[in-house]
């Protein structure tokens, strides 16, 4: 014959009573292991997503004036608008084609008897013809520099948000709002090297035939003074009103402009001898130039922009080896071609494989530029990507200006290199991303997510311990006339606070094993059908958060209905539930 | 076996004292059957408490079994009651989700077979024979009431104290109980100590003491 006081015994013949209790806190338990182990997985998927820094330092140039063409631009506009509007007025009534016509009608006669005007003749072609191939420039040139502008603009909106982002790295809405606004703008006016190179060229043949047009203006008004001289004034042959000045200042806004579009193109200026340095810098297994993109991935809590290495092929290869990783498919991007190979966490998460396609023609929040093929996917412990350098720095203007270079240190060394690139860099336009530097940040935007989540568990805590205190309270009433006949007959107060707090230490147990049990197998589900598939992270049984996590829920509310209970089995006495007649 | 000497139980309200027990001395041998009757508020159930460690006296003392009840500790005194005593009040008090077996099995001091089958041999005593794995809500008042007075013998304690065990039953199931305690007395396994405001219920017993306004007649 088993104790009918036993624990068991009152827990088998009290379910109807139990079993609500312990699903209700085994819910709470469940709810509180999914969002916790959903914030980790965001947190080890961000970790895992810029992994690569834990082994290398990023030198990345920092914008500067010197790229800044809009006073250039604007000065060679306003400049052509002149030019445009005295070449209209040369070219008008009783302009150079005039003039040159009046050369040519001269009677035979008078051009036999004078050479002079054979080459006054030849002179005012030569203005008529430079004249029109000028207003020919003039017409794209103007097209070119406004697209140019405009890409200032876009510069200039960029600085203002890394300024933004700077001052408040937590706060996502400049970055949205940026693009928001800009996004179509920026793929549209972006311009690769061709364009620029058109730029130049355009400038270039405006300013040479704005020198040639120059030439033949002094030359007509040469020769009617050569003319005048020999007395064969031709009074009724006005010569058209030279724009000589504007057509200077348009010359040399034009020199100013493609001295500016020289220097936009080139890497940052200081960038060789800083590889050079870095590459002496003792305990720095390898330095290599890197025309750095990115890809848009999710992370749970987020998009992030998975940070892409554009190496060259040997470069491609020793971070291979640096994070252990290896080819599982396909092969590394060649060197001319817009390929690229990335891990197979990531290829998930794009849902591509070998020979999909990504880029912001794909993805249009992705950094790196058109639509790039995928040709390999790589298997190992850090998630990389990589890119070939030669393609993208002939390809994209962007991409070369702002080449950084990637700096791998000794394993134990990583300090001690940060601080030899910090003293190198100096005052240079020029940052470093390291790991402690990244960590920080992704620390710093999970942080918002923890804090939410504690107050939901605190909430969740306080409120089931009232709910379950309060069930706890019913109950104990209910068994009032129990623990007065118990007390009667000899049981000590002590005695009946230990029978119930066990039997609620039970029911806590019970819920909790319950919940954890719960919350493992919804993750492990959810691990397989979402978090693997889109490249997430999710360790399912991280014990520290399953245990640590959820155990002030049942220990809140075991404490809290235990202490009222507590309370009034110290108060009981028995007489007088003995003596209540109801 | 229980003696009690000079009882004083007082109730204090303000400045106005309520005695209610007045300097009473009794003796319960052992294997007695004695009855306390009196009127509502006459005292005999604060003399029951008095007597069975329950409450302590404002004044006198008890002794049972050479000791004093008032050199005793409350454990020990929860103690004597868990062992020594059997109870049974006039609400039966089982626990609702236990059965009828299991709620004699409560007031077991020892819980082993020997223990269960002389609970079982109690309620087929009291006629529950066919009714030990029902629930307290399925069996009538009588029923109920017969459970608690096996409850209160399962431990074979040296007195039984009984208040009021047939007050909210009918005369024929009142006199039943009655009759088992009695029973219990005249088998020789202790005494019992039966309150009651209805002389009819003690026919059998040893004696009947008369209380009336906390003192004994």
């Known amino acids: 014959m088993e104790n009918p006081l036993s624990l068991w015994h009152f827990y088998l013949r009290n379910k109807r009573k139990v079993i609500p209790v312990i699903g209700i806190l085994a819910l709470a338990i469940l709810g509180v292991v999914v969002t916790d182990s959903l914030l980790a997985s965001a947190r080890e998927t961000a970790y895992a997503t810029y992994g690569s820094y834990q082994k290398l330092i990023l030198v990345a140039p920092r914008a500067t004036r010197d790229q800044d063409l809009s006073n250039p631009l604007q000065t060679s506009l306003s400049h052509l608008r002149d030019v445009q509007t005295q070449l209209d007025t040369l070219d008008g009534p009783g302009g150079i084609s005039s003039y040159y016509n009046a050369v040519v009608a001269l009677p035979a006669q008078v051009r036999a008897q004078l050479p002079l005007v054979q080459q006054l003749q030849i002179d005012a072609g030569n203005a008529r013809y430079y004249a029109a191939r000028l207003r020919g420039d003039l017409v794209p040139l103007a097209d070119l520099i406004v697209r140019v502008q405009r890409l200032q603009a876009e510069q200039a909106a960029f600085t203002q948000l890394e300024q933004k982002l700077a001052q408040n790295p937590t706060d996502p809405t400049p970055l949205l709002a940026y693009i928001q606004q800009h996004q179509t703008v920026l793929r549209s006016v972006l311009p690769d090297t061709a364009q620029i190179g058109r730029l130049q060229a355009a400038a270039t043949s405006a300013s040479a035939d704005a020198g040639g047009l120059q030439r033949s203006l002094t030359n007509m008004g040469r020769d009617t003074a050569a003319l005048n001289n020999a007395g064969a004034a031709i009074s009724n042959l006005p010569v058209p009103p030279s724009p000589a000045n504007a057509i200077d200042q348009f010359k040399q806004a034009l020199d100013g402009l493609t001295s500016s579009l020289g220097s936009f193109e080139a890497p940052q200026p200081g960038l060789d001898q800083l590889q050079a340095a870095s590459a002496r810098i003792a ?104 890119i070939p350098l030669e393609y993208m720095t002939q390809h994209y203007l962007f991409e070369r200006r702002y080449q950084g270079l990637v700096v791998v240190p000794q394993a134990g060394q990583e300090q001690q290199v940060h601080d030899q690139m910090v003293r190198l860099i100096g005052n240079q336009p020029f940052r470093l991303f390291d790991w402690a530097y990244i960590k920080a940040k992704i620390d710093s935007l999970i942080a918002n997510l923890d804090t939410i989540n504690r107050f939901l568990i605190i909430l969740v805590t306080i409120v089931l311990s009232l709910v379950v205190g309060l069930l706890n309270n019913l109950f104990f009433r209910q068994r009032m006339n129990e623990f007065g006949l118990l007390a009667a007959v000899g049981y000590s107060r002590w005695a009946l606070i230990m029978r119930v707090a066990w039997e609620s230490l039970g029911v806590t147990l019970a819920a909790w094993g319950l919940g954890v049990g719960l919350g493992i197998a919804v993750l492990t589900w959810f691990n397989h059908i979402f978090i693997i598939p889109h490249g997430l992270l999710m360790n399912v049984f991280d014990w520290n958060l399953l245990i640590t996590h959820t155990l002030p829920i049942p220990l809140m509310v075991f404490v809290f209905g235990m202490g009222t209970v507590a309370w009034q089995l110290l108060r009981l006495d028995p007489i007088s539930i003995i003596e209540r007649r109801d | 076996m229980l003696r009690a000497q000079d009882l004083v139980l007082d109730y204090r309200s303000g400045h106005s004292v309520a005695h209610a027990v007045n300097t ?137 104290f009984a208040d009021e065990p047939t007050a909210s039953l009918d005369q024929s199931t009142g006199h039943e109980v009655i009759s088992l305690l009695a029973e219990y007395r005249s088998q020789g396994s202790g005494s019992v100590v039966v309150v009651t405001h209805d002389p009819n219920m003690l026919t059998g017993a040893d004696r009947v003491l008369q209380m009336r306004d906390g003192q004994l007649n």
């Open chain 1, 283 to 386: 305990g720095a297994a390898f330095v290599r130039r890197d025309a750095y993109s990115n890809l848009d991935i999710n992370l749970l809590a987020g998009n992030a922009q998975f940070d892409l290495y554009g190496v060259d092929q040997s470069g491609m290869q020793r971070l291979l080896n640096l994070y252990g990783d290896r080819l599982v498919a396909g092969r590394l991007p060649k060197a001319n071609v817009n390929e690229i190979a990335i891990s197979e966490e990531v290829a998930r998460a794009r849902n591509v494989g070998v020979g999909g396609r990504v880029g912001n023609n794909i993805d249009e929040l992705d950094r790196l530029p058109d639509a790039f093929t995928v040709t390999g996917i790589l298997q190992g412990p850090t998630r990389i990507g990589v």
């Open chain 2, 24 to 160: 009473v001395s009794l003796a319960v041998e052992g294997g007695s059957f004695i009855g306390l009757i009196g009127p509502s508020g006459s005292g005999k159930s604060s003399l029951m408490y008095l007597l069975s460690g329950l409450k302590r006296p404002t004044r006198g003392n008890v002794i049972f079994e050479g000791q004093e009840y008032s050199s005793m500790s409350m454990p020990g005194l929860m103690s004597l009651r868990r062992h020594r005593f059997g109870f049974v009040f006039q609400q039966h008090f089982l626990i609702n989700y236990l059965s009828a077996l299991e709620n004699v099995m409560v007031g077991a001091v020892k819980r082993n077979h020997e223990t269960a089958a002389y609970a079982q041999e109690l309620l087929r005593r009291v006629g529950l024979s066919d009714k030990m794995r029902k629930r307290p809500y399925e069996l009538s008042m009588g029923e109920r009431q017969r459970v608690a007075v096996a409850r209160a013998m399962v431990h074979k304690p040296a007195v039984v």
